[in-house]
């Protein structure tokens, strides 16, 4: 699976849908990360500022630091990105409880936005679905 959603004018589709989502400004309106999302050997480097999502680029792990990073094999992400995600791949908790994906990187940051990087994740299943 390709990030396709992390792409050109999908990834411009997504960074508008995300800061228009009033769920996700309301649970990330103090969020500032640099997350990095990488689905196999292929990485997005996702920056956000007090709950604004900006830029999305290409990402070469250890180039430059990263609050939180997302790593799982492209069948990790098309399960948790499907319509109804089977068990195990509900939510990144479910996910990295079971070893289907790996979350590393400041684990405060992590727990203290869970619920916009969740809305996130919503909001990327909603886009890949439609």
């Known amino acids: 699976m390709s990030i396709r959603l992390l792409d050109g004018h999908e990834a411009e589709r997504f960074r508008r849908r ?24 292929d990485a997005r ?16 792990p250890l180039t430059e630091p990263v609050d939180i990073h997302i790593k799982g094999a492209g069948e990790f992400w098309e399960k948790l990105l499907s319509p109804v995600p089977p068990p195990r791949f509900q939510n990144l908790y479910a996910a990295v409880r079971a070893g ?31």
Not at 18 to 41: H, Q
Not at 53 to 59: D, E, H, Q, T
Not at 106 to 113: Q, R, V
Not at 116 to 125: C, G, K, N, Q, S
């Open 45 to 60: 480097l996702v920056k956000v500022r007090d709950g604004e999502l900006g830029a999305i680029r290409r990402f070469v």
């Open 18 to 41: 995300m800061n228009d989502d009033p769920e996700f400004k309301l649970v990330a309106r103090d969020m500032t990360v640099t997350l990095a999302i990488e689905v196999g050997s």
């Open 100 to 130: 289907t994906c790996e979350v590393t990187g400041d684990g405060e940051l992590y727990s203290a936005y869970f619920a916009a990087l969740t809305r996130m994740i919503d909001v990327m299943r909603e886009l890949q679905n439609t």
